[in-house]
């Protein structure tokens, strides 16, 4: 049983930068896709960002791009989303999730694409 669990999450002002990060429990992300999505109150969840099974490749959504950024050093360490120059709009719960059995440089960017996912954390940004 896969076991997603965020953290990092928190209060900010606009401008501020906060760090979340992605640990999988029992486990590493060897071969797994992970991404990043939020879903702000009303709102459908969307894809932030996602990094591949081999950690090689990248993608962004357009509203966090040059802004945000994902990163892992290893398949047995977490998978960080650092944002920076945080905005009001980035005010959401962030998901982690990932997914096995991808292309090497996949990078899915759909929620049905992934299998497993975190219980989320909140990002409130303040102006």
């Known amino acids: 049983q896969m076991h997603l669990v965020e953290s990092g999450g928190g209060l900010a002002q606009v401008g501020d930068s906060l760090k979340l990060s992605c640990q999988l429990r029992g486990r590493t992300f060897t071969m797994y896709a992970v991404g990043w999505f939020r879903q702000a109150p009303g709102k459908e969840r969307e894809f932030v960002a996602g990094?591949?099974?081999?950690?090689?490749?990248?993608l962004y959504s357009d509203s966090v791009k040059a802004r945000f950024d994902i990163s892992r050093t290893d398949p047995e360490a977490p998978v960080y989303l650092e944002m920076n120059n945080l905005i009001v709009d980035d005010t959401a719960v962030y998901y982690c999730a990932a997914t096995k059995g991808l292309p090497f440089l996949r990078v899915p960017d759909g929620p049905h694409e992934y299998d497993y996912w975190g219980q989320g954390t909140q990002v409130t940004v303040s102006s």
């Open positions: 990094i591949s099974s081999g950690g090689s490749r990248t």
